[in-house]
T-cell receptor, first 118, second 112 residues
Framework: GAVVSQHPSRVICKSGTSVKIECRSL??????MFWYRQFPKQSLMLMAT?????????EQGVEKDKFLINHASLTLSTLTVTSAHPEDSSFYIC??????????????FGAGSRLTVL | GENVEQHPSTLSVQEGDSAVIKCTYS??????FPWYKQELGKRPQLIID?????GEKKDQRIAVTLNKTAKHFSLHITETQPEDSAVYFC???????????FGAGTRLFVKA
């Protein structure tokens, strides 16, 4: 089964409201998680690195006050889209590095959350 | 920072033919190159990966090659089947961390 759980899978909200998305690592601890954003038929754009017990590291062009990330425990990272607007509508997907067969830390993805802002 | 270019954006092949997807990366410090397959509405899944100390890796019908000097890496799928139809992403990870940058993706159509 999936080792990374993401919730909710779909959310529709009104413009101006905030939405929280959760990413959980199941049966293992994750000091680092990543949040990506994917527009329709486009690539996975790295938004930020979520660090357990410290501030997230945001990629250039990503507003940290708009996309609040909290990684309060070794199994949970949350992404809150604040004061959402229609242009924030997208597919948000988290990932966790796990030890793979090649010895590298393989990114394992959650199922994603489709946000629609009306 | 790292930049990953991927070509082609769309690829259509006949069942049984081979498919090749090519990527380049910009940061010579990248040392790990995974390939992901994403079916419609689903999460990306790792299908094969290669580390910078290896030139080629094969797993049944899929293989990946890496040219460190040219900063090129490619995915080869042989004997394609309709179920291979999906979006494929290449990616590059810098050494010393987990940060991974993805290519733009290739939409593969395998016609029966």
């Amino acid at each position: 089964g999936a080792v990374v759980s993401q919730h909710p899978s779909r959310v529709i909200c009104k413009s101006g409201t905030s939405v929280k998305i959760e990413c959980r690592s199941l049966d293992f601890q994750a000091t680092t998680m990543f949040w990506y954003r994917q527009f329709p038929k486009q690539s996975l754009m790295l938004m930020a690195t979520s660090n357990e017990g410290s501030k997230a590291t945001y990629e250039q062009g990503v507003e940290k006050d708009k996309f609040l990330i909290n990684h309060a425990s070794l199994t949970l990272s949350t992404l809150t889209v604040t004061s959402a607007h229609p242009e924030d509508s997208s597919f948000y997907i988290c990932s966790v590095p796990l030890s793979g067969s090649s010895g590298a830390n393989v990114l394992t993805f959650g199922a994603g959350s489709r946000l629609t802002v009306l | 920072g790292e930049n990953v270019e991927q070509h082609p954006s769309t690829l259509s092949v006949q069942e049984g033919d081979s498919a090749v997807i090519k990527c380049t990366y910009s940061d010579s410090a990248s040392n790990y190159f995974p390939w992901y397959k994403q079916e419609l509405g689903k999460r990306p899944q790792l299908i094969i990966d290669i580390r910078s100390n290896v030139g080629e890796k094969k797993d049944q019908r899929i293989a990946v090659t890496l040219n460190k000097t040219a900063k090129h890496f490619s995915l080869h799928i042989t004997e394609t089947q309709p179920e291979d139809s999906a979006v494929y992403f290449c990616a590059a990870k810098l050494s010393g961390g987990f940060k991974t940058i993805f290519g733009a993706g290739t939409r593969l159509f395998v016609k029966a």
